[in-house]
């Protein structure tokens, strides 16, 4: 009897997809604090952002710390409270990601990626949205409103 069940686990595990058994490998918080600038943005879909208003976001500045979140000229956090989550990329042909988990591999970007770290940041006095980006080694990818914002780390 445990010999037929050491062969079925063995049966599971042999016809397993390698990305369900990978390894979530989720970056600490604290790894992705610093300071940050955008140096690309680019049309991803359709949105109400105009061009002239996504481009004036090049050379903006993003800070990521325990005290303060800030977002180019506007958002402001005081005490921010962020979230890691990684995400297992499946490789399922055919199969649609509902667009709640539609991350950049949906759209082309890092499609090579394993798993997608996202960050997410909340206000907590509960004023303003809920933002998240991808952390791709020293960057913060974040998608908004069709366009496709790199932000690269400047400072830790």
């Given at each position: 009897m445990v010999?037929?069940?050491?062969l079925?686990?063995?049966?599971?595990l042999l016809f397993m997809p390698a990305s369900a058994l990978?390894?979530?490998?989720?970056?600490n918080v604290r790894e992705?604090?610093?300071?940050?600038?955008?140096v690309e943005?680019?049309?991803f879909r359709g949105g109400l952002t105009p061009r002239e208003e996504a481009m004036d976001r090049v050379d903006k500045k993003i800070l990521v710390s325990e005290d303060l979140f800030f977002l180019w000229d506007g958002v402001r956090y005081e005490s921010p409270s962020y979230e890691m989550v990684c995400h297992p990329v499946t490789q399922d042909e055919g199969e649609v990601t509902p667009p709640s988990e539609r991350r950049g591999d949906f759209y082309g970007f890092g499609m090579d990626r394993?798993?997608?770290?996202v960050i997410y940041v909340n206000s907590?006095?509960?004023?303003?949205?809920?933002?998240?980006f991808e952390v791709v080694g020293?960057?913060?990818?974040?998608f908004y409103d069709g366009w496709f914002y790199r932000m690269k780390r400047v400072s830790s």
């Amino acid at each position: 009897m445990v010999n037929r069940l050491v062969l079925f686990f063995l049966g599971f595990l042999l016809f397993m997809p390698a990305s369900a058994l990978a390894a979530c490998d989720c970056s600490n918080v604290r790894e992705v604090f610093g300071e940050y600038t955008t140096v690309e943005v680019t049309r991803f879909r359709g949105g109400l952002t105009p061009r002239e208003e996504a481009m004036d976001r090049v050379d903006k500045k993003i800070l990521v710390s325990e005290d303060l979140f800030f977002l180019w000229d506007g958002v402001r956090y005081e005490s921010p409270s962020y979230e890691m989550v990684c995400h297992p990329v499946t490789q399922d042909e055919g199969e649609v990601t509902p667009p709640s988990e539609r991350r950049g591999d949906f759209y082309g970007f890092g499609m090579d990626r394993d798993v997608i770290n996202v960050i997410y940041v909340n206000s907590l006095s509960e004023e303003g949205p809920r933002y998240h980006f991808e952390v791709v080694g020293d960057e913060l990818w974040f998608f908004y409103d069709g366009w496709f914002y790199r932000m690269k780390r400047v400072s830790s």
